[in-house]
């Protein structure tokens, strides 16, 4: 079946600096990819649908300029949480999907980012 | 933005029994999906059931789905202890693919 795997599963920041988190599609070619984020005992919020080779389309109220996206290849998009705080603590997770509309996403296993 | 409500927010039950799940959204669908998601992990996708269905199984599984009334439910029968996880229901509408996720329901199966 179709793969997502996304790195790193954990990662601890101090406040200011940034980290890349990336999200590739294994066996299948993947042209959106979408980033959602997670708070403890709450449901997935969408940020932003990543598009390859172009601009990606953010969700109301996520700031663009804090969460960079790149899509750069048909496998493989980034989400950059850029002069992170503490505010940015959470659980990010990336989808995609291997056939057209009217399928199911596959998942990553998504990344637990902690910013002290 | 968050498409659906679910109810209950939180289940729990003993091994053997059955478990139902409620879903409610807002807008027109294309389809329905729901997710189960353990602890700290990604999504795995259970059930998707387009809008033009009413019913749809999956081994244990039994989703239903009532556009007139915007809701879906989503049945575990003979749960186990390994059924115990968070479920959502996700709505797929327009022509851009994202799904919208609903609040999610903690289901915990006692042994």
């Known amino acids: 079946g179709a793969v997502v795997s996304q790195h790193p599963s954990r990662v601890i920041c101090k406040s200011g600096t940034s980290v890349k988190i990336e999200c590739r599609s294994l066996?299948?070619?993947?042209?959106?990819m979408f980033w959602y984020r997670q708070f403890p005992k709450q449901s997935l919020m969408l940020m932003a649908t990543s598009n390859e080779g172009s601009k990606a389309t953010y969700e109301q109220g996520v700031e663009k300029d804090k969460f960079l996206i790149n899509h750069a290849s048909l496998t493989l998009s980034t989400l950059t949480v850029t002069s992170a705080h503490p505010e940015d603590s959470s659980f990010y997770i990336c989808?995609?999907?291997?056939?057209?509309?009217?399928?199911?996403?596959?998942f990553g296993n998504g990344t637990r980012l902690t910013v002290t | 933005s968050q498409q659906g409500e679910e109810d209950p927010q939180a289940l729990s039950i003993q091994e053997g029994e059955n478990a139902t799940m409620n879903c409610s959204y807002k807008t027109s669908i294309n389809n329905l999906q729901w997710y189960r998601q353990n602890s700290g992990r990604g999504l795995v996708h259970l059930i998707l059931i387009r809008s033009n269905e009413r019913e749809k199984h999956s081994g244990r599984l039994r989703v239903t789905l009532d556009t007139s009334k915007k809701s879906s439910s989503l049945l575990i029968t003979a749960s186990r202890a390994a059924d115990t996880a968070s479920y959502f229901c996700a709505t797929d509408a327009g022509n851009t693919g994202k799904l919208i996720f609903g609040q999610g329901t903690t289901l915990q199966v006692k042994p």
């Open positions: 066996d299948f070619q993947a042209t959106t």
């Open positions: 989808s995609a999907r291997d056939q057209q509309y009217n399928s199911p996403l596959h």
